[in-house]
């Protein structure tokens, strides 16, 4: 209980701030198989953004950074996208092309084609008219259409991630919440504070993002729009009031309150603002997260002796214990398919990112170094999202589901922890 005890205080406690800027993703570890494709150049991309701001540019950087795609370089070489036999040739098996033209306005009409060399078909081709401020939100979209049409599965290249940020001047210290895309461009701050912030946590919709704030010097947690900024106290009870997570419906809340003295998981509904205990006894329990299904919650708790993942029933409040592998598994999350769940697992002296197959009972370690915390999985169940520390400095970092591809997303000055990926 002792060690579940400290693991809450850590957890309400340990911020630390990183300047998002510009996110740059080094891939440290791909995929054998990965899907040799070529960007060619958009004609006439140069009227809307500079180089390092094209199209090709951030959907060649998305599509490599999916660790599903490798980028053949083309050169200057100039090459009609529906030559099939020369891409061939080349080993290509996809090629993009596109066109961009100013309609008037501060519009701009953008034609994307993608080709599948080896069948010889275009696999899409639609018009957009955009302005310039969408260009890095149309690129992503760009994405998302090339990675499902090539993998099946859709893209989160146009989803956002939720993390907390401090600033350190001398003594002041300065709380972030901010929201970036998953590229790590486009930051705002949803709120500054000058008190601790944690646990952000997204509504199913992606408008609204709860989250825990020690203003006045007493935990409460917060929902606040993310469109208008407006926000509303959700619960200020004495004691603690953390770790919110929506249901799948987003009617409900589930939270921690020590309401008995002991952390336990509730459930309140946002519109009747009716509160349910769902656990009991005399064990710590903290970190809900629902099933995709919204019949069931995972938590951890000390009820076994050690932090372990269980699992509690919202009808009947009947708890199963699911994690039987170490000594210590926490931050547990449900995979969108609600078949396995990622937790931060102790691996000898590591914490590390794991993910357990809820049937077969199978334990695979998705890092293998480093002190890892905060596992937040894609809505597409591809990747997750960490914090780590690296040579003492807290970063984000991001794991493919089966461990294979592995991104470091270097921050600027400070640290950077608590990220939250949004819906889609």
Do not use: C
């Amino acid at each position: 209980m002792l060690k579940l005890f400290q693991m809450l205080i850590i957890s309400l406690s340990f911020f630390v701030s990183n300047v998002f800027a510009a996110l740059e993703l080094e891939l440290t570890q791909g995929v054998d198989n990965a899907i040799p494709i070529v960007i060619l150049p958009f004609a006439g991309q140069e009227i809307i953004s500079a180089n390092d701001n094209k199209i090709t540019t951030i959907v060649g950087n998305d599509l490599k950074n999916s660790g599903r795609f490798r980028l053949v370089d083309v050169g200057s070489q100039q090459m009609d996208g529906a030559n099939f036999e020369a891409w061939r040739a080349r080993k290509v098996e996809a090629v993009v092309t596109g066109q961009i033209k100013s309609i008037g306005g501060e519009q701009y009409s953008v034609i994307f084609r993608l080709f599948d060399v080896y069948n010889k078909n275009k696999l899409f081709e639609k018009e957009y008219k955009i302005k310039a401020q969408q260009l890095r939100k149309f690129a992503h979209h760009v994405s998302d259409v090339i990675y499902q049409q090539l993998t099946g599965d859709r893209g989160i290249f146009s989803t956002k991630i939720a993390y907390v940020l401090v600033e350190r001047r001398g003594r002041a210290v300065r709380y972030r919440l901010q929201i970036a895309d998953s590229d790590g461009y486009n930051m705002h701050i949803l709120l500054s504070s000058r008190f601790p912030l944690m646990s952000p946590a997204w509504s199913p919709d992606g408008k609204k993002i709860a989250y825990v704030s020690f203003e006045g010097h007493r935990a409460a947690i917060y929902i606040q729009d993310i469109a208008t900024g407006q926000r509303e106290v959700l619960t200020k009870f004495p004691g603690i009031n953390g770790a919110p997570a929506w249901s799948p419906d987003g009617s409900k809340i589930a939270l921690v309150l020590t309401q008995t003295g002991y952390p336990k998981i509730y459930i309140l509904d946002l519109a009747t603002k009716k509160m349910e205990r769902l656990t009991s006894d005399w064990s710590l329990d903290t970190e809900p997260n629902w099933a995709p299904d919204g019949k069931s919650l995972i938590f951890t708790s000390d009820r076994g002796g050690s932090p372990q993942i269980y699992r509690v029933y919202v009808d009947n409040k009947k708890v199963e214990r699911i994690t039987f592998n170490g000594s210590y598994n926490a931050r547990a999350a449900f995979t969108p398919n609600g078949n396995a769940i990622v937790m931060l697992h102790q691996a000898g002296d590591m914490f590390s990112i794991a993910l357990e197959d809820l049937k077969s009972g199978r334990v695979s370690l998705l890092t293998h170094s480093g002190l890892n915390e905060s596992p937040s999985i894609a809505p597409n169940g591809k990747m997750v999202v960490y914090g780590t520390n690296t040579n003492g400095r807290g970063m984000l970092a991001e794991v493919s589901a089966d461990g294979r591809v592995k991104l470091l997303l270097p921050a600027g000055e400070g640290e950077v922890r608590e990220p939250a990926w949004s819906p889609f």
